[in-house]
Nanobody, 131 residues
Framework: QVQVVESGGGLVQAGGSLRLSCTVS????????MGWFRQTPGKEREGVAC????????HYADSVKGRFSISKINAKNTVYLEMNSLKPDDTAMYYC????????????????????????WGQGTQVTVSS
């Protein structure tokens, strides 16, 4: 059984930083792409940042490029999202997801699947950025 657990959310002032962590169990972590997605009330969930199974490729939403950074440590089965220069528009519930497809070729395809029920989703962690 695959389990995905996020942590690290909280309240931060605009311009501040947060680091989210996501630990996965139940699969061979190094064989699967990982991603961070977010959702605010009344809006659709969107892909924020994704990292390929090898760690060699990353993909970011245009709104976070240059401010957010995704990384992973296979030995810890953990993926991170470093968020800098946070804006009130970044306020959302952030979800971590593991790809159900091993060694997926196209990372963009995974990062576009914000509504895919086949992904292994965490319960989410709230990030609130005050102005």
């Amino acid at each position: 059984q695959v389990q995905v657990v996020e942590s690290g959310g909280g309240l931060v002032q605009a311009g501040g930083s947060l680091r989210l962590s996501c630990t996965v169990s139940g699969l061979t972590f190094g064989d699967y792409a990982m991603g961070w997605f977010r959702q605010t009330p009344g809006k659709e969930r969107e892909g924020v940042a994704c990292i390929s199974w090898s760690g060699g490729s990353t993909h970011y939403a245009d709104s976070v490029k240059g401010r957010f950074s995704i990384s992973k440590i296979n030995a810890k089965n953990t993926v991170y999202l470093e968020m800098n220069s946070l804006k009130p528009d970044d306020t959302a519930m952030y979800y971590c997801a593991a790809d159900p497809t091993p060694q997926r070729v196209w990372l963009f395809e995974f990062c576009s699947g914000a509504h895919d029920p086949a992904y292994y989703w965490g319960q989410g962690t709230q990030v609130t950025v005050s102005s």
